[in-house]
């Protein structure tokens, strides 16, 4: 033993790198992990660019390389119900935040990207929904083997960063595809909206400022009939009682006197 006493008197000092090298293994090992999930989302939105790109005309061997799929992953051991569980809540908690953009007017308005499918991003975002969709069980009990399972997680994975893709983008780029006419028309319709949902209005103002707002976004961006159904509501409100009205309705286009 005394000479190992000796040892490990004479080279403490080792003990710094040696502490050293276990914390830099499981920095490593974060950094690693970081940068598979950062490969996974790029890797996603080259395939969406790509497939958006050879939409036109796809050689045989673009289709093929746009259309390997990623590498299965491993299913831990809860019960097949136990994971569509949590798989079903992951794909609804997506088709919300999908939905928040797709049935308020204000938010597309602001970013019309996300109802866009000329949008590279946004395409890929539909499709990996119609995949996820088509690959769910009707409920958690249905029986499903594990490669259907696997199946369905990677798909609900792919819708999820599809989505945070899409969104990602369309706010980056708000309304920087449209021409600057657009852009006014668009911001002339966010100021209708407005006036279009605000108790305050008259029926009549309200209604005059909808019709408006659907005059602006004419040809600039697709509303869904959900969207324009909830809208409508929205316009047909009654008056809140004791809440002021103004005088009319304001035109965008006229400058303050």
Known sequence: MEPLFTFLASYWWLAFPAFGLLAAAGNGWERRARRRHRQKLEI??????????????????????????????????????????????????????????????????????????????????????????????????????????????????????????AERDARRIKDSTFSSVERKRLDTAQQLLSVAVDQAATPAERQIAYKRVREELDGLISLSDEAVDRLEKKVALEITPGTPRPPHVPDPDTPAS
Not at 79 to 106: C, G, I, M, N
């Open 44 to 165: 996603l939105k080259a395939q969406g660019e790509l497939k958006a790109a050879q939409s036109t005309t796809p050689g045989p061997a673009q289709v093929a390389a746009a259309s390997t799929p990623p590498a299965p992953e491993t299913v831990d051991d809860e019960s097949p119900a136990a994971q569509l569980e949590k798989l079903f809540a992951a794909h609804d908690d997506v088709t919300h935040r999908w939905l928040e953009y797709e049935l308020d007017v204000a938010k597309l308005i602001a970013f019309p990207a996300m109802s866009d499918g000329r949008q590279p991003l946004t395409a890929a975002f539909l499709r990996a929904k119609r995949v996820a969709d088509n690959l769910r069980p009707a409920e958690a009990s249905t029986k499903v083997g594990r490669e259907r399972l696997v199946e369905y997680r990677e798909a609900v994975t792919d819708y999820e960063v599809a989505f945070d893709l």
